[in-house]
């Protein structure tokens, strides 16, 4: 049976989140379906993260077994043909070995947060972005954010639901940008490490808007970080503003495109 | 009676365009009924310009008389607080002079159009852009444009229900950008002129797309606005790409925020 990897980006407001509920809207349901139209017997693909509800994909990887042999550039057109008129689609599609795995093999997560300041409200970006109408202090939220980069327990930053084996994590990066927009900012918070715990980026980017809005100072961060203490986390920001930006692998099994550029506005 | 001056942001996706229809979602239906709550008698709005189904504002400009007077930030988060959850929002408010007019008084009306290379479907902008899935030339499409600037009798650009008294015109800009974008490119069109025939800016672009595909050499351009034919035009675009940009008048009732930069993507 060959295996195909498959790119993905998707709108996350319509769906219940990434992963298959019985009579739930979802986005790996919604490509299930897509691709039991190809191929009636088809199970279930497998992916490298799974979303919450309202999260965003701009390149979500998964992977499906099939039983005929495709043309890449054909099973990446039938696939979009038959997930209309979802938002969701397929950018690229690959075939990999037998042995390689969507979620295992990957050695990288990147998000983006997306959080706009405007007293009006979004009107193009509804969904897509955490509106809040008072504006932010970068420097202090940079200042926090060096805090949590490294090896630590982020325990105060995992949700009580979340199945980790460890709180223990590796966090990459974390830096923000702020773009002027008509009547107001953006701040774009590019997020990386080898895997995270639930809730653990919106844990982050909550507790930074604290910071930027001037209730919390920098340290304080370092003080939460130590807890080791949900309760000292800030609040959970909402889902809207978030997206799976991209995902690594050893060896990246698309080719042609350069990755999703996470640093920019879309 | 005060008058006020609103600048508008909408997205042109749920409604049948910005006139008020009896039975019919509408952006100017919707702005009247949310001034209704703050004056059960309030009658209309005018606007610098209608917008067609599926057409975006960015800074459409209206005004509105109202018995009370209002401090303008006071009135501007009333009427926002009252037209949620619509994705209409209105940007500024300022009190402007009785005889002030936001269609009579405009000098320029400013449009923008976002047309979307890539074979994969929009997910996060489906229903803002309109795709094709091959690319574009931009340099004839800006050679085709240069044979539009000035002033000319536009009848092969004029929709057969347009109710303007002559078909001569002067267009000021219409400038091409090109935008990297993954997987694909986007262009933007900014088109500006002191008034538009109906269907014009989807006219030029629909025609100029022909151009940039290799269909039109750049001189049918010309051909076609010298044959005075609605029959000699290329196919009107779809309307999701385009958004009214801006207004201009000889005073600006609006201070404070810079005007909407209609050159970048937003």
Chains 1, 2 share one sequence.
């Not at 019985?22 to 017997?41: S, W, Y």
């Not at 009006?120 to 969904?127: E, F, N, Q, R, V």
């Not at 995992?158 to 953006?186: F, H, M, N, W």
Request: charge should be neutral; aromatic fraction near 10%.
């Amino acid at each position: 049976m060959p295996r195909y990897a498959m790119k993905i980006e998707y709108n996350g407001q319509p769906y219940n989140g990434w992963q298959r509920q019985d009579g739930q809207p979802t986005v790996q349901g919604a490509i299930e379906d897509a691709l039991r139209k190809l191929q009636p017997d088809f199970d279930k693909i497998a992916a490298a993260g799974r979303t919450d509800t309202g999260v965003h994909g701009l390149a979500q990887v998964a992977h499906a077994d099939l039983t005929r042999d495709w043309e890449v550039f054909r099973l990446n057109e039938a696939l979009n043909y038959h997930l209309k008129p979802h938002p969701i689609s397929i950018l690229e599609v690959a075939k990999v070995s037998d042995d390689w795995h969507a979620r295992f093999d990957a050695t990288e997560r990147r998000y983006w947060f997306r959080l706009l300041y405007r007293r009006a409200p979004a009107t193009h970006d509804k969904g897509l972005v955490w509106q809040i109408n008072y504006p932010l202090d970068v420097a202090p939220m940079r200042e926090a954010a060096q805090h949590l980069i490294g090896q630590h327990d982020f325990t105060t930053f995992r949700s009580s639901t979340c199945q980790a084996l460890s709180p223990v994590k590796t966090l990459d990066e974390l830096t923000i940008e702020e773009v002027a927009v008509p009547y107001g900012a953006e701040y774009h918070f590019s997020i990386r490490a080898r895997s995270f715990l639930h809730n653990q980026v919106r844990s982050f980017v909550g507790s930074l808007e604290r910071v930027g809005c001037g209730s919390w100072k920098p340290i304080q961060m370092k003080h939460a970080l130590d807890a080791g203490d949900r309760a000292a986390c800030g609040p959970v920001c909402p889902a809207a503003g978030l997206y799976l930006a991209g995902v690594g692998y050893a060896q990246d099994p698309f080719t042609g495109a350069a990755p999703i550029n996470t640093g920019g506005k879309r």
